[in-house]
């Protein structure tokens, strides 16, 4: 089972596009540089007289024409007969080149570079071996009972390649891309009927870029690593004639038109292409590994994909159109750089889902609920539930850390429902907002009575209908809470147990001493805040502090309490200096009531200022002793203000939100 992350790095190697740009280019570059200044007919005609180096005299036999190097040129063709072995050293070129009785081409140095102008043939137990360098063939290939071998390089193949065997006892006919780079325009064509004719892949890469078609028992496309098959034509082929193995077939497509995907048994399936073009399924596809939505889109059409046991999809810039079929648990990820939404990859099944990975950096909203039976991977971006519900369906606690949970970049912005069983332990629900943490973690000290589900939604504004404070404990004394709770509701039957809470606040501000803050809890709506359990270890920062509580039991909301002596900034809410502001909430455009208590005759004024520290709104009166009704503007959009109170100097801050 391949991981996200090699996955990932084969896109990262082959991004959204390299692939099509790549045969393009080269196909582009042969005819630029190729048939430039060549003429089509031959000057010489040589024929190998011994081994030795492509350059050196002593190798060749001149048969006809004229040649003043004596060594074969651009314009000549060329024969290597007689077991002998020709190696490329350096920059040639000829017209035509055909190696045969067990002869062999040799390319193995970075240095090596050859241009056939016209046609390649393989014949008779020959072979071409190349290492390192390049060959480039601008016309067609023929390889009978032959073989090409690849162990790095590049070979390059403008016109079709006609693979074939027609023996019945012996000899094989193989392309070998063992590692290395493959490439052929023209298409490639296998056919045998008993003894091999084969296109091999170990961890080397081909692209195919016309039709692939197999022919007879005998011709195969095998795997024998983890390497690529990339494909921009048509396929003709079926399960007889391929072997999946390790390896990953990518459609890459034409830009702007339509490519059927093969009916086989893959392992690895990427779809991809640089236009706008479709991959239709028409019959049976099997993937057992790993399905890639890189770009593009995947249609079923009177067809079926089916997902095996344990396999997985990734989806980066494509999408499928209707729902595979999923023959066990599969593995879900989404590794897109711009935000999407979930769509028909996502199994609506309740045992399907398997381990959920968000690796998007631009987020990933829901279009259903997701049901992770296994883990939840947090790596970059937001996942959005919207009106939908991620349930975490692991029941068990972890001693250090979640077993169900991963959090790295990423967090949740919406609801997560987790079950919970009869076991003590940690759940995390790894909430957030923008890049800021607002984690809800959960350790039982004491195993519930009895399991069931709990469903917790964090709120980014402050709780409306607050009641209960100040409450103090010990030298502490709550004033106020912060602008942000979270929602927790027992579901199913949980019940019983007792456990310690962590509410993480990453970059909040105005918090002078951080371990002065306490959880506080309330059972709902207009129920005044409470303590409950014991204060614990803060841990964190000013700006980003963790607050513990343990010994706590049952659940309602949850939110931060702010001692007196620790904020001058928006947390402030309620009263400051014996000025208090009220209603708040205030409806947009209302009458904000302000008790203050100050010298006759003094200049006072009010400033609100919105979150990112602007200036929205400002008023300023004579004092009278009196409390004022002060009107605001209606245009001022729904939100949270820090509201300043100034009388020759600041008197108070406060946090109103307007609704």
């Known amino acids: 089972m391949i991981s996200w992350f090699d996955e990932n790095a084969y896109v990262c190697s082959y991004s959204t596009g390299q692939i099509s740009h790549m045969l393009i280019r080269f196909l582009l570059i042969l005819i630029a540089g190729i048939f430039l200044n060549h003429s089509l007919f031959s000057q010489a005609y040589f024929t190998s007289k011994a081994s030795g180096r492509w350059n050196s005299t002593s190798t060749w036999k001149l048969e006809s024409g004229i040649s003043a190097a004596g060594v074969p040129g651009a314009t000549d063709s060329v024969v290597i007969l007689n077991s002998h072995k020709v190696t490329v050293d350096s920059l040639h070129q000829c017209l035509s080149l055909s190696v045969r009785q067990s002869a062999a081409l040799i390319l193995d140095s970075i240095t090596s570079f050859l241009t056939v102008i016209n046609n390649l043939s393989l014949t008779d137990g020959s072979s071409v071996s190349v290492s390192s360098g390049n060959l480039t063939v601008s016309g ?4 009978s009972l032959s073989t090409l071998t690849q162990t790095g390089g590049i070979v390059s193949i403008v016109g ?29 064509s296998l056919s045998a009927i008993t003894r091999p004719a084969e296109l091999r892949i170990g961890t080397g890469l081909a692209n195919v870029v016309g039709a692939l078609i197999t022919f007879g028992g005998g011709a195969k496309v095998r795997f024998t690593g983890d390497g690529s098959l990339v494909l921009a034509g048509l396929v003709t082929m079926t399960n007889t004639n ?65 997902m095996a046991n344990n396999s997985c999809i990734i989806r980066t810039a494509g999408k499928i159109l209707s729902a595979p079929n999923f ?11 711009q935000r999407d939404t979930t769509g ?56 250090t850390d979640d077993p169900a949970v991963e959090q790295i970049a990423g967090y949740v912005n919406g609801v997560i429902e987790r079950s919970i069983g009869v076991s003590a332990g940690i759940r995390l629900f790894p909430f957030g907002t923008g890049t800021v943490r607002r984690s809800f973690e959960l ?10 589900s709990l469903q917790v939604r964090y709120v980014n504004s402050a709780a409306d209908q607050q009641s209960g404070l100040p409450i103090t404990e010990g030298t502490v004394k709550l004033i106020s809470a912060t602008p942000f709770y979270w929602r927790a509701n027992a579901v199913g039957g949980l019940s019983g147990g007792t456990y310690s809470l962590q509410l993480t606040a990453q970059n909040i501000t105005g918090i002078q001493d951080f371990q002065s803050l306490r959880i506080l809890k309330r ?129 108070s801050t406060h946090s109103l939100k307007l609704q």
């Open 242 to 306: 391929f072997v999946a193995g390790n390896g990953r077939v990518v459609y890459v497509g034409i830009p702007g038109a339509n490519q059927n995907v093969a009916s086989l048994n893959y392992n690895r399936l990427v779809i991809t292409g640089i236009g706008a073009g479709t991959k239709v399924i028409s019959g049976t596809v099997n993937v057992s590994d790993t399905l890639t939505l890189l770009s593009d889109t995947l249609q079923i059409n009177s067809g079926s994909l089916t």
């Open 523 to 651: 059972t709902g709506d207009g129920a005044p805040w409470q303590l409950d359990g014991i204060a614990g270890v803060n841990t964190g920062s000013n700006i980003s502090p963790v607050v513990a509580r343990t010994g706590m039991s049952g659940f309602s909301d949850f939110t931060i309490g702010v001692n007196e002596s620790t904020t001058t900034s928006i947390n402030d809410i309620i009263t400051r200096n014996s000025i208090r502001i009220y209603p708040n909430p205030l409806p947009n455009g209302g009458i904000l009531h302000l008790e203050m208590k100050d010298e006759q005759g003094q200049k006072c004024s009010m400033v609100m200022m919105d979150l990112q520290g602007r200036e929205v709104y400002r008023q300023s009166w004579i004092g009278t002793g009196n409390d004022y009704q002060l009107s605001l503007p209606s245009y001022l959009p729904s939100g949270i203000y820090k509201v300043m109170i100034s009388q020759g100097k600041l008197l």
């Open 160 to 188: 079709l390649v006609n693979a074939s065997n027609t023996s019945f006892t012996t000899g094989n006919t193989i392309i070998d891309i063992q590692s290395g780079i493959f490439n052929t325009i023209g298409g490639l």
């Open 344 to 399: 028909p990859e996502l199994p609506v099944n309740l045992q399907t889902l398997r381990n959920f990975t968000i690796a998007n950096a631009g987020g990933i909203a829901l279009n259903a609920n997701a049901y992770v039976n296994q883990k939840l991977f947090l790596t970059a971006g937001e996942l959005d539930t919207r009106n939908n519900i991620l349930f975490i369906r692991n029941s068990q606690g972890g001693v």
């Open 443 to 452: 350790n039982y000290t004491t195993a519930p009575s009895a399991a069931g």
């Open 140 to 143: 067609n290939s023929t390889i």
């Open 327 to 337: 023959a066990g648990q599969v593995d879900l990820i989404y590794n897109n750089v």
